[in-house]
């Protein structure tokens, strides 16, 4: 009782407050902090630069104000907040519960399912079909026995309440000592006057140590016919139960000695008719599933069968499985389907998978899945299931709909996805802001841009359409390696939007002889041309909707040119048509450049490997 209950035990071991781990979280950390570490030494080349670059200490802070403010990535970590926020409202409306905002991030990553069968692929409804009473049992004594063996179970699992709902009210027999049902023993027990005790679990338990030369069941009986009953019924993917008597007394957990096998309970649990096409999504892209349960391997297999898992390697029964990890992780990369798995197996069978790399989600509905649940990437628990197991998990399915997993994958990818591209836009802009920075330093030359102009570019090309691409659809799976997709993007990017800007202020200045505000207004153009250029690369493939954000966004920056008021206050000023024409050729060479570039790297295969197909 209390702390030494079983149920309490498996609570106790997961109360321990874990973050879910989150690669983004990480990643976007790094960027900022190398963003960071490096804006220092460039704003001070930067200041000293322009402090000679200008006859005027106000100009000179302008300029630098300017270089300094574009090297920071303002946005990111807000518009990557806004997405998860998104995500968690799209995820309520399907009666999704995240419990943890990161737990959107996982989502997207996984490519392990471990899924009990009970109350996920069946409709966790069990039902009472029969009872086969075997010879030399009285009928109506056990079957009083049955119902006042499941009457005293202070804690009914699914299985015996379905029985008991079956058998209806006990006969009222006095209780001298009960052994309650616990899902590692696999069965239960109970003494009632005269000494009589009767025990019910599951067949293969009950019979186990007389097939190991124990004499705890009655010979009177075959054993082997009992067995292969057993094995027929669950074969069809029926839930068998036996129920057996004996004069011997309770002791402690240990299964009483000379056992007599009485009855065999049978029941049944609906397949959910959507878990064929949740388990066809997942097996489309990519997604391993695994059956967990406690039940009888072969009762797991033929559920797992008509809900469309391959059971071609077999069902695997939990009680032959290895302790040590390497040993089970080439059992579970080998078989997809699992019977008579202990809690604690359960946890061991994640922390096996994640030792191959996977990134393991599970689901589970009970008690005995709360371990399992806590050690795994994503815990998924079932709305209808136990409060600890809703407690350790990050997501809840509210109404315990198993055929909402594959929106739950859906939508993490979309989010993931989607921050991935919007970092490549803010990242491109710390790139080229950087690389100016030094440039104009080493160059001595005025910094092309004021504040303003850059506010002017950076809302129309990164700012706007990045809350766009935030929001937009996304099915491609995470992989990992955060990072080195971005820097692989933005570097080549960002160095040739720098380039052609850079080009086109000095040519301006040093050869045109360009009034400054001309000369900054060709740089504007050239950078915000190529914006566009690096905005239609992350939207591709472009659709109609995109198609016309990005005529709207080129319309506007015209718009801001022609317009004399609007250009008068971003201190803007129409080239002469020689340095528009320089503008449209640096513009016409960076993009050049860079498609140039971006094919030379798809021609490494590790590098192939890195940036997948999304361009």
């Known amino acids: 009782v209390g702390a030494a209950a079983y149920a309490n035990q498996l609570t106790f071991e997961a109360r321990r407050f874990t973050l879910v781990s989150s690669e983004l979280r990480a990643s976007l950390d790094r960027i900022l902090r190398m963003v960071s570490w490096m804006i220092v030494p460039v704003a001070a080349v930067l200041m000293v630069s322009q402090l000679s670059a200008h006859d005027s200490a106000i100009e000179a802070l302008r300029g630098s104000v300017a270089g300094v403010v574009a090297m920071v990535p303002e946005g990111l970590v807000l518009l990557t907040s806004v997405a998860f926020a998104a995500s968690v409202v799209r995820l309520g409306r399907h009666n999704v519960l995240v419990q943890e905002l990161p737990a959107v991030e996982t989502l997207a990553r996984v490519d392990v399912v471990c899924i009990d069968k009970t109350g996920t692929l069946t409709e966790g409804q069990m039902e009472l079909t029969a009872l086969e009473p075997l010879p030399g049992g009285d009928q109506e004594t056990w079957r009083d026995a049955l119902a006042a063996l499941v009457a005293c179970d202070p804690n009914p699992n699914a299985t015996l309440r379905a029985i008991g709902t079956g058998m209806g009210p006990g006969p009222g027999w006095e209780t001298i000592a009960v052994t309650p049902f616990s899902s590692e023993r696999k069965w239960s027990a109970a003494v009632f006057e005269l000494n009589q005790t009767w025990v019910l679990g599951a067949p293969e338990v009950?019979?186990?140590?007389?097939?190991?030369?124990?004499?705890?069941?009655?010979?009177?009986?075959?054993?082997?016919?009992?067995?292969?009953?057993?094995?027929?019924?669950?074969?069809?993917?029926?839930?068998?139960?036996?129920?057996?008597?004996?004069?011997?007394?309770?002791?402690?957990?240990?299964?009483?000695?000379?056992?007599?096998?009485?009855?065999?309970?049978?029941?049944?649990?609906?397949?959910?008719?959507?878990?064929?096409?949740?388990?066809?999504?997942?097996?489309?892209?990519?997604?391993?599933?695994?059956?967990?349960?406690?039940?009888?391997?072969?009762?797991?297999?033929?559920?797992?069968?008509?809900?469309g898992v391959d059971v071609g390697g077999g069902a695997i029964d939990g009680r032959d499985l290895p302790d040590e990890i390497g040993s089970l992780a080439d059992i579970l990369d080998a078989h997809s389907v699992f019977g008579r798995v202990s809690p604690h197996q359960k946890q061991a069978m994640v922390t096996a998978l994640q030792s191959r790399g996977h990134v393991v989600a599970m689901t589970g509905d009970g008690v005995n899945d709360v371990l399992a649940l806590k050690n795994a990437d994503l815990g998924i628990a079932m709305g209808?299931?136990?409060?600890?197991?809703?407690?350790?998990?990050?997501?809840?399915?509210?109404?315990?709909?198993?055929?909402?997993?594959?929106?739950?994958?859906?939508?993490?990818?979309?989010?993931?996805?989607?921050?991935?591209?919007?970092?490549?836009?803010?990242?491109?802009?710390?790139?080229?802001?950087?690389?100016?920075?030094?440039?104009?330093?080493?160059?001595?030359?005025?910094?092309?841009?004021?504040?303003?102009?850059?506010?002017?570019?950076?809302?129309?090309?990164?700012?706007?359409?990045?809350?766009?691409?935030?929001?937009?659809?996304?099915?491609?799976?995470?992989?990992?390696?955060?990072?080195?997709?971005?820097?692989?993007?933005?570097?080549?990017?960002?160095?040739?939007?720098?380039?052609?800007?850079?080009?086109?202020?000095?040519?301006?200045?040093?050869?045109?002889?360009?009034?400054?505000?001309?000369?900054?207004?060709?740089?504007?153009?050239?950078?915000?041309?190529?914006?566009?250029?690096?905005?239609?690369?992350?939207?591709?493939?472009?659709?109609?909707?995109?198609?016309?954000?990005?005529?709207?966004?080129?319309?506007?920056?015209?718009?801001?040119?022609?317009?004399?008021?609007?250009?008068?206050?971003?201190?803007?000023?129409?080239?002469?048509?020689?340095?528009?024409?320089?503008?449209?050729?640096?513009?016409?060479?960076?993009?050049?450049?860079l498609t140039f570039v971006e094919r030379v790297l798809h021609w490494f295969p590790a590098t192939e490997r890195l940036l997948g197909h999304e361009r």
Do not use: C
């Open 206 to 307: 009950l019979l186990a140590s007389s097939q190991d030369g124990d004499s705890s069941i009655s010979r009177s009986i075959s054993m082997e016919g009992v067995w292969e009953r057993s094995q027929v019924l669950a074969s069809e993917g029926r839930r068998v139960l036996l129920l057996a008597h004996t004069t011997q007394l309770l002791d402690g957990t240990n299964l009483p000695s000379g056992l007599k096998p009485i009855a065999l309970a049978i029941l049944e649990d609906r397949v959910r008719s959507d878990a064929p096409n949740t388990i066809r999504y997942f097996n489309d892209q990519g997604v391993a599933v695994k059956i967990i349960s406690g039940d009888n391997p072969l009762t797991v297999a033929a559920v797992a069968a008509r809900a």
């Open 384 to 593: 209808s299931g136990s409060a600890a197991g809703r407690a350790v998990a990050q997501i809840v399915l509210l109404d315990s709909n198993f055929a909402t997993l594959p929106q739950i994958v859906a939508e993490g990818r979309r989010v993931l996805g989607n921050i991935e591209r919007v970092a490549k836009l803010f990242v491109t802009k710390t790139v080229y802001a950087f690389l100016l920075a030094i440039a104009v330093g080493i160059a001595q030359l005025p910094f092309p841009f004021l504040p303003r102009h850059l506010t002017l570019v950076g809302s129309l090309t990164i700012g706007i359409p990045a809350f766009f691409l935030a929001l937009s659809p996304m099915s491609q799976r995470a992989r990992p390696g955060f990072i080195p997709r971005v820097l692989s993007f933005a570097g080549p990017a960002g160095v040739f939007a720098a380039a052609a800007t850079f080009t086109t202020f000095a040519v301006a200045r040093l050869y045109l002889d360009a009034p400054m505000a001309e000369a900054r207004t060709a740089a504007t153009f050239t950078l915000f041309s190529l914006g566009l250029m690096v905005l239609a690369r992350l939207a591709a493939p472009l659709t109609v909707s995109y198609k016309a954000l990005i005529a709207a966004l080129a319309i506007a920056g015209l718009v801001v040119v022609i317009g004399p008021e609007i250009r008068t206050f971003f201190d803007l000023d129409v080239p002469s048509l020689p340095l528009i024409l320089v503008a449209i050729g640096t513009v016409a060479l960076a993009v050049q450049a």
